[in-house]
């Protein structure tokens, strides 16, 4: 699966965001992750293909939606009240079942197909 992302940007703190992914193919669940300068790759948020079961890292939840567009195979992933912290490359992920359980109980199942990468920055 090809995934292509797009929304990134310089935004400033406070701001909303909205991040897509597009799939060229079906997958068990769209996956968010980002990885700071220095910093691991850490899970944002997923969404299943079929029935559009919601996943939220505990640290995203309260400032991120997900939401799925089945006609145009992209994955929306709304960011709020963004901070200097949320400043990362943000990763859409094609997710099979297995890596969504292991993401969201803290754990990290090896992904084959990854997106390019879509760089957020958020000034103060």
């Known amino acids: 699966v090809q995934l292509v992302e797009s929304g990134g940007g310089l935004v400033q703190a406070g701001e909303s965001l909205r991040l897509s992914c597009t799939a060229s193919?079906?997958?068990?669940?769209l996956g968010w992750f980002r990885q700071a300068p220095g910093k691991d790759r850490e899970f944002v948020a997923a969404i299943s293909w079929r029935d559009e079961n919601k996943y939220y890292a505990d640290s995203m939840k309260d400032r991120v939606t997900l939401s799925f567009d089945f006609t145009k195979r992209t994955a929306y992933l709304q960011m709020n009240e963004v901070k200097p912290a949320d400043t990362a490359t943000y990763y859409c992920a094609a997710m099979p079942y297995r890596a969504v359980v292991a993401a969201t109980t803290g754990g990290f199942l090896h992904i084959d197909d990854w997106g390019q990468g879509t760089l957020v920055t958020v000034t103060s």
């Open positions: 193919g079906y997958t068990h669940a």
